[in-house]
């Protein structure tokens, strides 16, 4: 691996001279060291001793791999008006071992707000858009729909009446789901229940 | 069926030889790993395939001079205790901390070339780094563990 000659001409001087003095010390100590090692311990006790270093890089690995074992992660998207019932959604989901992804967890003081939006729904599995008469025309929320659609995610959509006039165009064909606030929490489970046993998400 | 002799497994040199670093690799990655916060990130590969998961070269080395030393001074004293000749014990003291020095060395050039081809050539926006920060380093510092445990009785 070499250096690239950006790096070389933005080094002041005083940094070049330490980088080459200690290369030299590294190289004069390292040898000085290996030379003090008996041999017949380099051939065969240290080789084990790296391989078993190695393969404890390699089990650390498959251990990590199954402590991430996938939850269906779901982002939820909704207007401000509907945030009461999104709070309860996505509590709902999450005890029923769904990941959950809202903007205001995702979205820190300085960043930018789509660009964030956007590498979340990326990474989701399904989108579900809480939806009312307001949220037809928000721009966040058409804008997640379209991301959610460029990246053939799931979307869900869930209104509050059940009333397909309420559904953006871009999703007008797909099936949605109502939650009427009348029976909030019991139309909450109903759905959770409904979407544990679609294949895709579960 | 199995039939191992646990009781001298234990005090076996192939278990010193195999078990320190295989051990000593899976949990430091495994730790860092499982400390950071990585609530933001989905999949496995944003999640934990991070370079601060696996520079840990630098943390070996410090180590295995730690166990060196005082493996060494271990060593010495038993030799003062079993009245080893007095030559034969100055040569095994002088190698010793002849050792040392060298080994404090290395660490000292290491986090050198590791802080300016590694962490500090980021902020030049230049070539990747992973050889200068992860991959050296922990070369360097599975190579000193291994020798260190081997060459300590």
Redesign the interface.
């Known amino acids: 691996?070499s250096?690239?000659r950006?790096?070389i001409q933005?080094m002041k001087l005083t940094?070049l001279v330490?980088?080459v003095?200690?290369?030299a010390?590294?190289l004069?100590?390292?040898l000085?060291?290996l030379s003090?090692?008996?041999y017949e311990?380099i051939n065969q006790?240290?080789f084990?001793?790296?391989v078993?270093?190695?393969?404890?890089?390699a089990?650390?690995?498959l251990?990590?791999?199954v402590?991430?074992r996938k939850k269906t992660?779901i982002f939820l998207s909704y207007p401000n008006e509907m945030e009461d019932i999104a709070t309860k959604l996505g509590t709902e989901l999450k005890e029923n071992n769904f990941?959950v992804?809202v903007g205001d967890t995702?979205i820190n003081p300085g960043d930018n707000i789509k660009k964030e939006v956007k590498k979340?729904i990326e990474?989701?599995d399904t989108l579900i858009v809480l939806l009312n008469e307001k949220s037809k025309k928000s721009d966040y929320i058409n804008t997640e729909i379209k991301t959610a659609i460029k990246n053939k995610k799931r979307i869900i959509p869930l209104l509050t009446e059940n009333n397909k006039k309420l559904l953006p165009k871009s999703i007008n064909s797909l099936r949605f789901e109502v939650i009427s606030e009348e029976t909030e929490e019991e139309s909450i489970k109903n759905f959770i229940a409904k979407i544990k046993t679609v294949d895709s998400i579960e | 069926m199995i039939d191992v002799d646990w009781f001298e497994l234990v005090a076996s040199d192939e278990l010193k030889s195999f078990g320190v670093p295989f051990l000593t690799t899976f949990l430091m990655i495994i730790v860092k790993m499982v400390s950071r916060d990585n609530s933001r990130e989905r999949g496995f590969i944003k999640k934990y395939m991070k370079r601060g998961n696996f520079n840990f070269g630098l943390q070996l080395t410090v180590t295995s001079f730690s166990i060196y030393l005082i493996g060494s001074l271990v060593r010495i004293r038993s030799l003062v205790l079993s009245g080893a000749a007095p030559k034969s014990m100055f040569n095994d003291i002088t190698n010793t901390f002849t050792t040392i020095g060298l080994l404090i060395l290395v660490i000292i050039s290491l986090s050198f070339i590791v802080r300016f081809l590694g962490w500090e050539s980021k902020n030049r926006e230049s070539q990747p780094t992973l050889f200068y920060e992860v991959i050296l380093p922990n070369l360097i510092g599975i190579y000193s563990l291994s020798a260190v445990i081997n060459t300590l009785n």
Request: hydrophobic content about 55%; aromatic content about 2%; cysteine-free.
């Open positions: 691996m250096l690239h950006t790096t933005e940094e330490q980088i003095l200690s290369v010390v590294f004069i100590a390292s000085s060291l003090q090692v008996e311990i006790k240290i084990v001793s790296m078993a270093a190695t393969l404890g890089i089990a650390a690995l251990v990590s791999q402590m991430s992660s990941e992804v995702i979340a990474d989701i």
